[in-house]
């Protein structure tokens, strides 16, 4: 079964300076799908941004940026010039496609509390 | 264009008594997923549909657990016989197979088992 791993479960960054979000995950499958959810406080989950297993480019969305090392099973989120609206619960999630077209659910890690400090 | 809405956003029942929640997905999306989250915990998969196909179960839904999506457009989640231990927030999400996994949520079902 494939497990994914946060092991901060909370992190504090003062306002516009970069913070580091850890990820670990284990699985066995070569076709997998890696993200990064945000889930602001009594608001609902969105996505901050994919990584396709195949592709070595690490991806990138405004301030937001991964580092994605396959063969260590490591995804962690940067996120520059942090802002006050960053403060949320950040969880990094899981995805194979199994053969034959089906799809898996996502496993998720516990996820980290991100504090913003003005 | 809509996002993934649920209904009702709060549910407060006794134990012992039946609830059912609402699902829409996107309307375009094919796939439909129901995750439970409790406190201090990331989202776990329930199930999930292709259209109108339950394609596959977690083991934590258990027999008091039903799902339906007739019709492959909104889905339902029944809950019978209501145990404390069920409260949580129940989310749903959606995806398009041609997305490759990116899932999109609704703002969650919370449930309280008195």
């Known amino acids: 079964a494939q497990t994914v791993t946060q092991s901060q479960p909370e992190m504090s960054v003062q306002e516009a300076e970069t913070v580091t979000l850890s990820c670990t995950y284990d699985t066995s499958e070569s076709d997998y799908y890696l993200f990064w959810y945000k889930q602001p406080p009594s608001r609902q989950m969105i996505l901050v941004i994919r990584q396709e297993a195949y592709k070595q480019q690490n991806a990138t969305e405004n301030r937001f940026s991964v580092n994605f090392q396959k063969a260590a099973k490591s995804f962690s989120l940067k996120i520059s010039d942090s802002q006050l609206g960053d403060a949320a619960m950040y969880f990094c999630a899981y995805t194979g496609e199994k053969s034959g077209g089906g799809a898996d659910g996502l496993t998720f890690g516990k996820g980290t509390h991100l504090i913003i400090q003005p | 264009d809509t996002g993934v809405s649920q209904d009702p956003r709060h549910k407060i029942t006794k134990r012992g008594q039946n609830v059912t929640f609402r699902c829409d997905p996107i309307?375009?999306?094919?796939?439909l997923y129901w995750y439970r989250q409790t406190l201090g915990q990331g989202p776990e998969f329930l199930t999930y549909?292709?259209?109108?196909?339950?394609?596959?179960k977690s083991r934590l839904l258990s027999d008091r657990f039903s799902a339906e999506r007739p019709k492959g457009s909104f889905s339902t989640l029944e809950i019978q016989r209501t145990e404390q231990g069920d409260s949580a927030m129940y989310l749903c999400?959606?995806?398009?197979?041609?997305?490759?996994?990116?899932?999109?949520f609704g703002p969650g079902t919370r449930l309280l088992v008195l």
């Open positions: 549909f292709q259209n109108e196909a339950q394609l596959e």
């Open positions: 309307s375009e999306h094919n796939r």
């Open positions: 999400a959606s995806s398009l197979r041609g997305l490759a996994g990116t899932q999109y």
